[in-house]
């Protein structure tokens, strides 16, 4: 005669065991979950670095002033972050995007109109601001593009038309289409604006070169 206490127990056992086993994707997942969390936090540990930096606080269009709500400050583990990053959104109200950015992106120096956009150039290089004759060709154009200056004067009847490459493969570091307040001296926003970067010597031919004919901008690609 099976003693009543196991008689109770067996029918119990059996459903639990059904259930085990029909539920056995379900609680391997889970037990997965639980461990991968477990070698993560192992990984990571309790004494990470972490660091306050301004973000964007929703996405940013290149060539946008930033205000104070374009910006959040957030706190991040300092591995996640590289290069220079801003600690104080008084830092960048005001300032002017050269590229654009995503949500929740640290805003970096190199994002910015100035002098950040000449980060890994080589010594000596400048930002050189032009106003090309067609401000058409600005849309065609983005951040890193290679294009020769060439410069036109005359006009064919009382000065004879003369063409002359004024800087070849020279990289397009910030653009302005007109209409987005551009921050750069003369940047009245009524004409295109190209910044380029360039050496000294072509710094000194492009220097007043819309004032001495028409800018003409050509694509090209690497030298």
């Given amino acids: 005669m099976i003693p009543t206490g196991l008689s109770r127990q067996s029918p119990v056992r059996h459903r639990l065991r059904r259930l085990l086993y029909?539920?056995?994707r379900l609680l391997a997942c889970l037990l997965f979950s639980v461990a991968a969390g477990v070698a993560v936090e192992g990984l990571v540990g309790d004494d990470y670095t972490t660091t306050m930096v301004v973000t964007a606080?929703?996405?940013l269009a290149v060539g946008t002033v930033l205000e104070e709500s374009d910006v959040a400050l957030v706190r991040l583990p300092e591995a996640a972050v590289t290069g220079r990053a801003f600690e104080h959104p008084d830092h960048l109200v005001g300032q002017q995007l050269a590229a654009p950015l995503d949500r929740g992106s640290p805003i970096p120096s190199t994002?910015?109109?100035g002098d950040g956009l000449l980060?890994?150039?080589p010594p000596g290089t400048v930002a050189?601001?032009?106003r090309p004759a067609d401000p058409g060709i600005v849309q065609l154009l983005v951040p890193g593009q290679l294009v020769d200056v060439?410069?036109?004067t005359g006009n064919g009847f009382d000065a004879p038309a003369e063409t002359s490459v004024l800087a070849r493969?020279?990289?397009v570091l910030w653009t302005d289409a007109g209409g987005t307040g551009g921050t750069w001296p003369g940047a009245d926003g009524d004409e295109g604006l190209v910044v380029v970067a360039a050496g000294t010597d072509d710094a000194a031919a492009l220097a007043g070169s819309s004032s001495s004919g028409d800018v003409h901008l050509v694509l090209t690609s690497k030298p």
């Fill in 22 to 24: 029909r539920r056995r």
């Fill in 57 to 59: 606080a929703r996405d």
């Fill in 111 to 113: 994002a910015l109109v």
């Fill in 119 to 121: 980060t890994g150039t």
């Fill in 128 to 130: 050189v601001p032009l």
């Fill in 150 to 152: 060439v410069l036109s």
């Fill in 169 to 171: 493969s020279v990289a």
